[in-house]
Structure formats: structure tokens, C-alpha cells
């Protein structure tokens, strides 16, 4: 049997057992009566009020659709108006236009105690018929004013009520005035108003509880504030107050409209049909009508008085229909039980916590449950204090743990800040330590940039001397050995000149040593001269290349056009490089995204139909020295500079770059630049044109004559002459390059008059026309254009389905004939033209034997119509174009190609005669014949010499004009 206990032992039992409870619970029960008398004198106010707004702020957004729409009045409403405050007639517009839509209830949150002329009785009238307008009076006088009484027809009708807030004394509202009673009479707030009159309109009107305190609206209860709830200390309870549980919407508030946008009828009915409306201020020009709540922390986030009455509104209707949570207090003895509470839990871990370890971990613990708890019961409508039973679980844990616990605690502490020291002190030198490496590796990549750029530079030069003399000897007469070997060293060092050149400009970009320049271009020209130079290639091919310029490009743009012409020679060639079969599409547009200061975004997009890209390598395309596959570099070569240069080259120019592509199907390059367009074009040089003579261009022609023209034309010379005599005349005509191009163009747009070439790739001029003329709806009247004199040409024209025939070069006398037999053209009155003395002149046969008998140039015709910019470009690009097509007659004369041999001859002869290179056309329209006899090969070769003779004649005679 178990011995029984002795007196000592009950002694002893009890000063280790029950006398340290014993203290414990003084300990608890001092720090709890301290604690509670803390928050009965208000001094933890300020904290627990400051918990509730965080309580409010962390409360997840409500995903709800509030049925009240706020009509607000802001600064630009106010400019809008011309006036403020508003006039009588322009509230009793809105209120009837409000009126219309059916509103369940409309708040006016705006005094209108005197009239505001005109509109007066107007205003009277709307007040009268509109049963649920309910006005505003101020019943409590305030720093904001005094007593300001409403309409009095509003008022002898009952529709008024109080727009007065509650304020705390550190200037935030955390608490919504339901009513106040006046000489017996209570008065309801706005925001209360408006909700009781939408919830009656649901059959939900209030009852007052048995206790007299408490008021039952549907699903709600609401409760009055009682002097000492929550964290309020002798609050004013004057009035039915309540506190406020804040609406957190996902949009922030309550959705606002402006005043300006119902006056302008951009709001439909269905917006403000069957909700509560509000209508008040939100300008920040009108002083006193700003508010701090638990969700605002500065003026600009700060609410409007019509905010608030719609969020009580919102409040109420919420409840009531949904059960929404209102926010209610218990008893003060509750929360004295739950300081006690808390104090208990802060002994019991003072007293039972052994060492520091856990103590860091119980504390907190114990902080973040008290917290979680509170806020859990904030979320189902009960604010408890939160700061109070904080501090009597600290001090109880510190009284309960001795000073001990405390000095303990502070040497961690220390030890704590030595040890944030060391890390800090070691983290400045690790930053120190990378500063200078970056610094260091700065300074070697500018080194190895300059010396790749010096280098470059260096090579380049001999590099051109070698190109340049290539190209010389190419001119000169050698048998077909040597043409091949000197071709093939121009070839070669064209190719190491442009590894050369992509070398320098990535050593300059990367050195930060690239400068653009800003001078005046045309866009669409820049892309005709690029494709001019990959026309050969492409026909070598058999690929069809061809570009898409919108009507929206502007004519002149300031920007460096030497880069632009870089990206697109390597984009351009890359797409013909890849490309075996299909087509090569270019295609320019121009976005205006700055009106004021007429800047442009022109995009360029290159679209090929070649071997394509897989997309887990189209990242690997803009990277330095990198290549999609190393079997593609084997086959097609390249250094893996060029797109990274047109990177970096478009976003100099404030654009970018990206690629789409797919396996087999072809790539898309699209980029952009930034530019601006130029204030005015450059005018030509009076000196020398001033003396030619006057001749019909005149440019208010087209509106005599309006027509939307398309030129289809394959050689880059012509068409450069087509357009600049086309816009002499007004006119601004669209371009392509061929047949197929023409009818894609003509499916996109209607055109009046197509200006059509006989012969062109792909599909020539006439089984472009009896396409046209079999499969589209839209028959546009169509004019041939041909080199070619022969009856038996424009008898094959007409029968295609051509309604005119012009033979090259154009006389603008017969131009502007044809274009007044269009029919169906609405013509206006015709401008008065000054006729021109030049008559079609009649080119004698070119004597073979004497080449020279007759002139190598004659610019007249031209220059009656083009300013000497023009000219020069246009001279230019013949020089360009007729060096490859007489290069290409060779080529073809050597592979015996005679059907290439016709066509290009053909080409040469329309664009020599254009130019005014009679003699030129002349040896070409000979040698256009003589292409159809195949055994005729010697002369065809005597020809080509000519050719090549009268060409040098040219050069040198243009090389005296320019």
C-alpha cells in the first residue's frame, strides 16, 4: 500500500506546485486588469483603430457587382460646363436624361438651396415629377460650413436627406450615420436613403429589435455603436451610428461615370436601369469634400462624400439581399475575458519556455495566432481588440520570465546587429570586388571593339582597290576564260568585302562608335533601289520578287537612309539566299503615332517562301557570330553578323525586329524605324532649270480628270518615270512589277485606269489583260505600253482586251489624251495649261558603222516635268539598271538563252528611250530582233558591242549633267 502523504510533504507539494500558480496567476490576472484599464482611459486607441484599417486593407476583394453607379463630377467636367457651380438647366438635363434610363433611386449629393440662372423653373419642373429624387440638406454645422438647407420643393415633398459624416479625431471615417433626430423628427443620411428606398422596392423594409437598439433589414442586423466598442473609447454616439465594413471591390470603388459623358449621351440607359445613382463631386478643385478611411493614406487615394454615401448604400443593399457581414462589437465583458485570456496564454509560455530557441519560435507563434484569430473573427463581422491582449500576452511572458529572459534576449540581440554588420561589410566588398571586373571587362570588349574596327578599316581599303579595278577590267574586251576568272574574283571580294563591312559595323555598334545621320529620303525609293539590285538574282532563280507599298507612305521622312538600304539588302538577300522556289514579297507601311510632331512608324515586313526556320532556333537568329545550323553555314555561308546588325541598327532607329517561320513554308522579317517627315522637300537648282521651257504638266490636272491609277511595269527605270509624271500630273499612282502582281492588286482595290507593259516576267501585259478581263467584276479601263511601233503589237493588244495603245517613250501629249478617254469619270472644269512647242520627234535608224552620228543623250523631254533631284535619282537608276541587264545579255548570250536575250533587250530598249538614250534603244531594238533568228549569232555578238560601246557614250554624257 502506497504510504500516506505527511504534513511535510503537503507543504512541500505546495510551495512547488501550487504557489508558483498562485503567483502566475497574480501575475496574469495585474497584467490583465492593467491592460484593460489601458483601454478603458483611450490610450491604445489610436493602435486598435490603426489595426482595423489594416484588418480592412487585407480583407480579400469581394467579387460583387454593387447596384449603385456614381455620376462624378470631375476637373474636366468642370471646364466642360463653363461653370460652377453648375446651372439649373444643365442639372435638369442630366437629371432627365437619368430619369429616362429608370433608376430605382436617384441621390443628388449636391446643394441647391438657390437657384443657379438659367433654368430655374426647368429645374422646379424636374423636381416635382421625379418622385425618386432624393436631395441633400447639412443639419450639423462644421468646419465645412454651416446649416444649408435644401430645395423647398424637395423638402415639402420629403425627399431630403442629411449628407453629414462622421469623423474620427485623427481625420479618417471608420463609422456610417444612419439617421439623426431632430425636434423628434429622425432624419435618415443619404447614403441610408437611397438603400431602404432600393430595398423596398424588393418588398425588404426595417424593424427595430425588441431591445430598442438593434435594427433587422432582411438578411442584416445592424447594431448600434455603444460608447466603448471595439477599439473606441466614449465615442459620439449622437445619431444612429454603426461601424463601417468598407465594400472591397477588385476595381478599388464603386464604379464612377463622368457627368460629361451622360450630358453627351455616350452612357446607354441599360447602365443605370433599376440601380441606386449618385450624383456628386470628385473635382479636386472644390476644397472640403475629401476623406480619409482605412484604405486611403494620401489626398490623391482620399474619397468624396458621394463616395461614401454610395458605399454605405451599397452597405445596406448588400446585407440585406445577400447576408453580407456587418460589422459588430461584443460586450465589454467579452473583451475583458479575451484580455484575461491572453494574458494567461503570455504566463503560461513565460513560465514553461526554457530556452531563447524557443522562445523566438512561441512568441511569434503565439503573436501570429492572436492575430489570425482577430482577423478570422473580422472576416465573419466581429472586431475584436487586437493591441490589448498583444500587451498583456507580452508583459505577462515578461513578468513571468524575469529579468533573466530579458538580458539574455538583448545580448542575442547584439550579437544579432555584429553579425547584419559583418554580412554587410563583406556584401560592399563582394560589390566592390564586381564593380571592378565589370569595369575591367568593359575596357576589354571597347579594346577588342576598336581594334576589330581599325582592323576592318584596314582591310577594307586595298579591298575596294581590288573591286573597283575587277570591275574596270570587266569593262574591258576579254575572251570568255578570262571574263569568267575575273568575275569570279569580283565575286570573291565582294563577299569578303561584306564579311569586312559586317565586321565594322558590329565593332562600331558594340563600341558605341555609330553615328546616324538625318537627312531627307523617300521610303518607297530606298525600297525600289533595294529590289532593283536583287532583280538578276531573282529572275536567275526563276522567284518572283516583288513589293506592296501602301498609299500611306509619307514622300520625304528624315533618318539615315544608307542604314535603312543595309537592313533591307541583308534582309532581301538573305529571303532570295534561302529561297529555291516561290516568291519574295516586300511589304511597306507607315503608322502615324505622333500627330503634333509628324512622326511615323514605317514597317517593313519580307516574306519568302524558302526553307524556313524551326522555332526552337528562331532565338539563336539576332545572337553575334551564331548560325541556325552549321550545315546551312556549309551550304549558304554567311558570318552570323548580318541579323544582329539589323538588330541593332533598327532599335538605333527606335523600331525592332522579330522573325515568324516555319519548317518548309517560308519566313516572315518584319521591323520597324521611327522617323519624322520632312517639313518641306529640297528644291531643285533655279540655275539650272529656270531657263527650260513651260510644257502641260500641271498638277491640277487629276482634278479635272480624277482617275486611281495602276502601272504595271517591270523595269525600275520606268517605273521611276511613270510615277514622277503621273504625280507632275497630280496623280498618285500604285506600282507593281508584273501581271500576277496587278490582278492581286486589282482584287484588293478598284482602279479606273491600269497602265499595263506588254512584255514582263512571270505573266506579261497580255494574258495579264484577258485575265482580267474574264475573272474580275470590276473592269478597269486598260492602256498598253510598248517599245514596240508595229501594228501587228497594238492589233495583239486590242484583241487581248486593251481599250488604248501607247508606245515608249510616253509623249505627254498623247498621255494626256488617253487619259481624257476614259469614260464614266466625273470631270471638272478643265485648268488652263500652257501648250508646249515639242512635237513627237522621229528617230532615225542608228548606223552600225557610226555610232556616234547621232546624240547619246537628250534630257529635254524630261526636263520640262522632273526638278533636278529627280532627274539625277532617276539617271541613276538607269546607270545601275542597264549595267546588270547588259552583264545579263552576255550571260544569256553565252548560255544561248534567246527568249532571256529578247526580254531583256526589250527592257533595256523601253528604259534607254525613256531616258532620252534614242541611239541606245535604237541598238537595242535591233538587237531585239535579231534575238529571234538563232543562228544569227555573230551579229548578235557584233550588237552586243555596240551596245556596250554606246553605253560608255552615255555614262560619259550623263557624267557631264550631273
Same mark, same amino acid.
Given at each position: 500500500?502506497?504510504?500516506?502523504?505527511?504534513?511535510?510533504?503537503?507543504?512541500?507539494?505546495?510551495?512547488?506546485?501550487?504557489?508558483?500558480?498562485?503567483?502566475?496567476?497574480?501575475?496574469?490576472?495585474?497584467?490583465?486588469?492593467?491592460?484593460?484599464?489601458?483601454?478603458?482611459?483611450?490610450?491604445?486607441?489610436?493602435?486598435?483603430?490603426?489595426? *482595423?484599417?489594416?484588418?480592412?486593407?487585407?480583407?480579400?476583394?469581394?467579387?460583387?457587382?454593387?447596384?449603385?453607379?456614381?455620376?462624378?463630377?470631375?476637373?474636366?467636367?468642370?471646364?466642360?460646363?463653363?461653370?460652377?457651380?453648375?446651372?439649373?438647366?444643365?442639372?435638369?438635363?442630366?437629371?432627365?436624361?437619368?430619369?429616362?434610363?429608370?433608376?430605382?433611386?436617384?441621390?443628388?449629393?449636391?446643394?441647391?438651396?438657390?437657384?443657379?440662372?438659367?433654368?430655374?423653373?426647368?429645374?422646379?419642373?424636374?423636381?416635382?415629377?421625379?418622385?425618386?429624387?432624393?436631395?441633400?440638406?447639412?443639419?450639423?454645422?462644421?468646419?465645412?460650413?454651416?446649416?444649408?438647407?435644401?430645395?423647398?420643393?424637395?423638402?415639402?415633398?420629403?425627399?431630403?436627406?442629411?449628407?453629414?459624416?462622421?469623423? !474620427?479625431?485623427?481625420?479618417?471615417?471608420?463609422?456610417?450615420?444612419?439617421?439623426?433626430?431632430?425636434?423628434?423628427?429622425?432624419?435618415?443620411?443619404?447614403?441610408?436613403?437611397?438603400?431602404?428606398?432600393?430595398?423596398?422596392?424588393?418588398?425588404?423594409?426595417?424593424?427595430?429589435?425588441?431591445?430598442?437598439?438593434?435594427?433587422?433589414?432582411?438578411?442584416?442586423?445592424?447594431?448600434?455603436?455603444?460608447?466603448?466598442?471595439?477599439?473606441?473609447?466614449?465615442?459620439?454616439?449622437?445619431?444612429?451610428?454603426?461601424?463601417?465594413?468598407?465594400?472591397?471591390?477588385?476595381?478599388?470603388?464603386?464604379?464612377?461615370?463622368?457627368?460629361?459623358?451622360?450630358?453627351?449621351?455616350?452612357?446607354?440607359?441599360?447602365?443605370?436601369?433599376?440601380?441606386?445613382?449618385?450624383?456628386?463631386?470628385?473635382?479636386?478643385?472644390?476644397?472640403? !469634400?475629401?476623406?480619409?478611411?482605412?484604405?486611403?493614406? @494620401?489626398?490623391?487615394?482620399?474619397?468624396?462624400?458621394?463616395?461614401?454615401?454610395?458605399?454605405?448604400?451599397?452597405?445596406?443593399?448588400?446585407?440585406?439581399?445577400?447576408?453580407?457581414?456587418?460589422?459588430?462589437?461584443?460586450?465589454?465583458?467579452?473583451?475583458?475575458?479575451?484580455?484575461?485570456?491572453?494574458?494567461?496564454?503570455?504566463?503560461?509560455?513565460?513560465?514553461?519556455?526554457?530556452?531563447?530557441?524557443?522562445?523566438?519560435?512561441?512568441?511569434?507563434?503565439?503573436?501570429?495566432?492572436?492575430?489570425?484569430?482577430?482577423?478570422?473573427?473580422?472576416?465573419?463581422?466581429?472586431?475584436?481588440?487586437?493591441?490589448?491582449?498583444?500587451?498583456?500576452?507580452?508583459?505577462?511572458?515578461?513578468?513571468?520570465?524575469?529579468?533573466?529572459?530579458?538580458?539574455?534576449?538583448?545580448?542575442?540581440?547584439?550579437?544579432?546587429?555584429?553579425?547584419?554588420?559583418?554580412?554587410?561589410?563583406?556584401?560592399?566588398?563582394?560589390?566592390?570586388?564586381?564593380?571592378?571586373?565589370?569595369?575591367?571587362?568593359?575596357?576589354?570588349?571597347?579594346?577588342?571593339?576598336?581594334?576589330?574596327?581599325?582592323?576592318?578599316?584596314?582591310?577594307?581599303?586595298?579591298?575596294?582597290?581590288?573591286?573597283?579595278?575587277?570591275?574596270?577590267?570587266?569593262?574591258?574586251?576579254?575572251?570568255?576564260?578570262?571574263?569568267?576568272?575575273?568575275?569570279?574574283?569580283?565575286?570573291?571580294?565582294?563577299?569578303?568585302?561584306?564579311?569586312?563591312? !559586317?565586321?565594322? @559595323?558590329?565593332?562600331?555598334?558594340?563600341?558605341?562608335?555609330?553615328?546616324?545621320?538625318?537627312?531627307?529620303?523617300?521610303?518607297?525609293?530606298?525600297?525600289?533601289?533595294?529590289?532593283?539590285?536583287?532583280?538578276?538574282?531573282?529572275?536567275?532563280?526563276?522567284?518572283?520578287?516583288?513589293?506592296?507599298?501602301?498609299?500611306?507612305?509619307?514622300?520625304?521622312?528624315?533618318?539615315?537612309?544608307?542604314?535603312?538600304?543595309?537592313?533591307?539588302?541583308?534582309?532581301?538577300?538573305?529571303?532570295?539566299?534561302?529561297?529555291?522556289?516561290?516568291?519574295?514579297?516586300?511589304?511597306?507601311?507607315?503608322?502615324?503615332?505622333?500627330?503634333?510632331?509628324?512622326?511615323?512608324?514605317?514597317?517593313?515586313?519580307?516574306?519568302?517562301?524558302?526553307?524556313?526556320?524551326?522555332?526552337?532556333?528562331?532565338?539563336? *537568329?539576332?545572337?553575334?557570330?551564331?548560325?541556325? @545550323?552549321?550545315?546551312?553555314?556549309?551550304?549558304?555561308?554567311?558570318?552570323?553578323?548580318?541579323?544582329?546588325?539589323?538588330?541593332?541598327?533598327?532599335?538605333?532607329?527606335?523600331?525592332?525586329?522579330?522573325?515568324?517561320?516555319?519548317?518548309?513554308?517560308?519566313?516572315?522579317?518584319?521591323?520597324?524605324?521611327?522617323?519624322?517627315?520632312?517639313?518641306?522637300?529640297?528644291?531643285?537648282?533655279?540655275?539650272?532649270?529656270?531657263?527650260?521651257?513651260?510644257?502641260?504638266?500641271?498638277?491640277?490636272?487629276?482634278?479635272?480628270?480624277?482617275?486611281?491609277?495602276?502601272?504595271?511595269?517591270?523595269?525600275?527605270?520606268?517605273?521611276?518615270?511613270?510615277?514622277?509624271?503621273?504625280?507632275?500630273?497630280?496623280?498618285?499612282?500604285?506600282?507593281?512589277?508584273?501581271?500576277?502582281?496587278?490582278?492581286?492588286?486589282?482584287?484588293?482595290?478598284?482602279?479606273?485606269?491600269?497602265?499595263?507593259?506588254?512584255?514582263?516576267?512571270?505573266?506579261?501585259?497580255?494574258?495579264?489583260?484577258?485575265?482580267?478581263?474574264?475573272?474580275?467584276?470590276?473592269?478597269?479601263?486598260?492602256?498598253?505600253?510598248?517599245?514596240?511601233?508595229?501594228?501587228?503589237?497594238?492589233?495583239?493588244?486590242?484583241?487581248?482586251?486593251?481599250?488604248?495603245?501607247?508606245?515608249?517613250?510616253?509623249?505627254?501629249?498623247?498621255?494626256?489624251?488617253?487619259?481624257?478617254?476614259?469614260?464614266?469619270?466625273?470631270?471638272?472644269?478643265?485648268?488652263?495649261?500652257?501648250?508646249?512647242?515639242?512635237?513627237?520627234?522621229?528617230?532615225?535608224?542608228?548606223?552600225?558603222?557610226?555610232?556616234?552620228?547621232?546624240?547619246?543623250? !537628250?534630257?529635254?523631254?524630261?526636263?520640262?516635268?522632273?526638278?533636278?533631284?529627280?532627274?539625277?535619282?532617276?539617271?541613276?537608276?538607269?546607270?545601275?539598271?542597264?549595267?546588270?541587264?547588259?552583264?545579263?545579255?552576255?550571260?544569256? *548570250?553565252?548560255?544561248?538563252?534567246?527568249?532571256?536575250?529578247?526580254?531583256?533587250?526589250?527592257?533595256?530598249?523601253?528604259?534607254?528611250?525613256?531616258?532620252?538614250?534614242?541611239?541606245?534603244?535604237?541598238?537595242?531594238?535591233?538587237?531585239?530582233?535579231?534575238?529571234?533568228?538563232?543562228?544569227?549569232?555573230?551579229?548578235?555578238?557584233?550588237?552586243?558591242?555596240?551596245?556596250?560601246?554606246?553605253?560608255?557614250?552615255?555614262?560619259?554624257?550623263?557624267?557631264?549633267?550631273?
Amino acid at each position: 500500500m502506497p504510504s500516506p502523504l505527511s504534513p511535510d510533504m503537503i507543504q512541500q507539494l505546495f510551495r512547488h506546485r501550487c504557489l508558483p500558480l498562485h503567483r502566475l496567476g497574480r501575475i496574469g490576472l495585474g497584467v490583465a486588469g492593467v491592460v484593460a484599464g489601458l483601454q478603458l482611459t483611450g490610450s491604445l486607441q489610436p493602435l486598435e483603430l490603426t489595426v *482595423l484599417d489594416c484588418w480592412l486593407r487585407l480583407r480579400p476583394p469581394e467579387e460583387r457587382d454593387p447596384p449603385v453607379v456614381i455620376v462624378a463630377i470631375d476637373e474636366e467636367d468642370i471646364r466642360r460646363l463653363g461653370q460652377w457651380p453648375m446651372s439649373d438647366a444643365q442639372l435638369a438635363t442630366l437629371l432627365q436624361r437619368l430619369r429616362q434610363a429608370k433608376p430605382a433611386v436617384i441621390g443628388l449629393d449636391l446643394y441647391r438651396d438657390l437657384p443657379v440662372e438659367p433654368g430655374t423653373a426647368q429645374l422646379q419642373q424636374v423636381f416635382n415629377t421625379t418622385p425618386n429624387l432624393i436631395g441633400i440638406k447639412k443639419v450639423v454645422g462644421n468646419r465645412n460650413g454651416p446649416v444649408v438647407e435644401p430645395p423647398p420643393v424637395l423638402e415639402q415633398r420629403d425627399q431630403v436627406a442629411i449628407n453629414d459624416l462622421v469623423v !474620427d479625431s485623427d481625420g479618417i471615417i471608420r463609422r456610417h450615420l444612419l439617421s439623426v433626430s431632430q425636434s423628434g423628427k429622425t432624419m435618415l443620411a443619404l447614403g441610408t436613403r437611397l438603400g431602404l428606398n432600393y430595398l423596398a422596392q424588393h418588398q425588404i423594409t426595417p424593424h427595430l429589435g425588441t431591445d430598442g437598439t438593434t435594427i433587422q433589414l432582411g438578411k442584416a442586423q445592424f447594431q448600434r455603436l455603444t460608447p466603448n466598442a471595439g477599439g473606441y473609447v466614449n465615442a459620439d454616439v449622437g445619431g444612429y451610428q454603426i461601424l463601417a465594413n468598407f465594400l472591397k471591390l477588385p476595381s478599388g470603388k464603386i464604379p464612377k461615370i463622368p457627368i460629361r459623358y451622360i450630358l453627351e449621351g455616350r452612357i446607354p440607359n441599360e447602365r443605370f436601369r433599376g440601380q441606386v445613382v449618385l450624383i456628386g463631386l470628385t473635382a479636386e478643385s472644390v476644397r472640403g !469634400d475629401r476623406f480619409f478611411t482605412p484604405y486611403t493614406t @494620401d489626398i490623391r487615394e482620399a474619397w468624396a462624400g458621394v463616395e461614401l454615401h454610395a458605399d454605405l448604400a451599397s452597405q445596406l443593399i448588400t446585407s440585406a439581399l445577400d447576408g453580407r457581414s456587418t460589422l459588430q462589437s461584443p460586450l465589454e465583458c467579452l473583451e475583458w475575458l479575451w484580455i484575461g485570456f491572453w494574458s494567461g496564454i503570455g504566463v503560461l509560455l513565460g513560465w514553461s519556455i526554457r530556452s531563447l530557441r524557443a522562445a523566438i519560435v512561441a512568441i511569434p507563434l503565439a503573436t501570429g495566432v492572436l492575430f489570425s484569430s482577430a482577423y478570422s473573427l473580422f472576416l465573419v463581422g466581429w472586431w475584436l481588440v487586437a493591441i490589448a491582449p498583444l500587451l498583456a500576452l507580452g508583459t505577462a511572458g515578461l513578468f513571468s520570465r524575469g529579468y533573466w529572459v530579458w538580458q539574455t534576449l538583448k545580448q542575442a540581440n547584439q550579437l544579432l546587429e555584429q553579425k547584419v554588420k559583418e554580412r554587410t561589410q563583406e556584401l560592399l566588398e563582394k560589390n566592390l570586388r564586381l564593380e571592378q571586373a565589370r569595369i575591367e571587362a568593359e575596357t576589354a570588349n571597347r579594346a577588342k571593339s576598336e581594334f576589330l574596327s581599325t582592323m576592318s578599316h584596314e582591310i577594307r581599303t586595298p579591298m575596294n582597290a581590288v573591286i573597283g579595278m575587277t570591275n574596270l577590267l570587266l569593262t574591258t574586251t576579254l575572251n570568255v576564260e578570262q571574263r569568267q576568272m575575273v568575275q569570279a574574283i569580283s565575286t570573291g571580294g565582294e563577299v569578303l568585302l561584306s564579311v569586312i563591312n !559586317d565586321i565594322l @559595323d558590329f565593332s562600331r555598334i558594340e563600341s558605341g562608335r555609330l553615328e546616324l545621320e538625318s537627312t531627307p529620303f523617300n521610303p518607297s525609293q530606298c525600297l525600289n533601289e533595294v529590289l532593283s539590285l536583287f532583280a538578276n538574282r531573282a529572275v536567275e532563280k526563276s522567284l518572283e520578287l516583288r513589293a506592296i507599298v501602301s498609299g500611306n507612305i509619307p514622300e520625304l521622312v528624315m533618318g539615315d537612309v544608307a542604314r535603312l538600304r543595309q537592313i533591307l539588302l541583308n534582309l532581301v538577300g538573305n529571303a532570295i539566299k534561302f529561297t529555291e522556289v516561290g516568291k519574295v514579297l516586300v511589304v511597306l507601311s507607315a503608322v502615324l503615332i505622333e500627330p503634333e510632331a509628324n512622326l511615323y512608324e514605317i514597317q517593313f515586313s519580307v516574306q519568302d517562301t524558302g526553307i524556313g526556320i524551326a522555332p526552337d532556333r528562331l532565338h539563336r *537568329l539576332f545572337q553575334p557570330f551564331s548560325q541556325v @545550323d552549321s550545315s546551312i553555314t556549309r551550304r549558304y555561308g554567311g558570318t552570323g553578323l548580318g541579323l544582329v546588325i539589323c538588330k541593332r541598327l533598327c532599335e538605333l532607329m527606335g523600331g525592332q525586329i522579330h522573325v515568324t517561320s516555319q519548317v518548309g513554308q517560308g519566313a516572315t522579317f518584319s521591323f520597324t524605324i521611327r522617323a519624322g517627315a520632312a517639313l518641306s522637300e529640297v528644291m531643285p537648282d533655279t540655275a539650272q532649270w529656270q531657263e527650260q521651257p513651260s510644257s502641260l504638266w500641271n498638277v491640277d490636272f487629276a482634278r479635272y480628270c480624277p482617275l486611281k491609277i495602276l502601272v504595271v511595269e517591270d523595269n525600275l527605270t520606268n517605273q521611276q518615270l511613270m510615277r514622277f509624271m503621273l504625280q507632275r500630273l497630280g496623280y498618285q499612282p500604285d506600282i507593281v512589277g508584273d501581271g500576277k502582281a496587278a490582278i492581286v492588286a486589282m482584287q484588293q482595290s478598284i482602279y479606273d485606269l491600269v497602265l499595263m507593259d506588254i512584255q514582263m516576267p512571270e505573266m506579261d501585259g497580255l494574258s495579264a489583260t484577258r485575265k482580267i478581263r474574264l475573272e474580275l467584276l470590276h473592269q478597269p479601263w486598260i492602256i498598253g505600253l510598248s517599245a514596240n511601233v508595229l501594228q501587228d503589237a497594238q492589233t495583239d493588244a486590242l484583241s487581248a482586251g486593251m481599250n488604248a495603245y501607247l508606245t515608249k517613250p510616253i509623249k505627254l501629249e498623247k498621255l494626256i489624251e488617253a487619259f481624257k478617254q476614259v469614260p464614266g469619270i466625273e470631270r471638272a472644269p478643265q485648268p488652263e495649261v500652257i501648250s508646249s512647242n515639242s512635237q513627237d520627234r522621229v528617230t532615225p535608224a542608228i548606223n552600225l558603222t557610226e555610232p556616234k552620228s547621232f546624240p547619246a543623250i !537628250d534630257l529635254t523631254e524630261l526636263r520640262s516635268f522632273m526638278q533636278a533631284e529627280e532627274l539625277n535619282q532617276l539617271i541613276y537608276d538607269y546607270l545601275r539598271d542597264a549595267s546588270r541587264r547588259i552583264q545579263a545579255l552576255k550571260l544569256a *548570250l553565252t548560255e544561248q538563252n534567246f527568249g532571256q536575250l529578247q526580254h531583256l533587250a526589250h527592257s533595256l530598249r523601253g528604259s534607254s528611250a525613256n531616258l532620252g538614250a534614242q541611239a541606245m534603244a535604237n541598238l537595242c531594238c535591233q538587237l531585239e530582233k535579231s534575238s529571234q533568228d538563232e543562228q544569227n549569232v555573230q551579229h548578235i555578238q557584233r550588237l552586243l558591242q555596240h551596245i556596250e560601246a554606246e553605253y560608255i557614250r552615255v555614262v560619259q554624257a550623263l557624267e557631264q549633267i550631273i
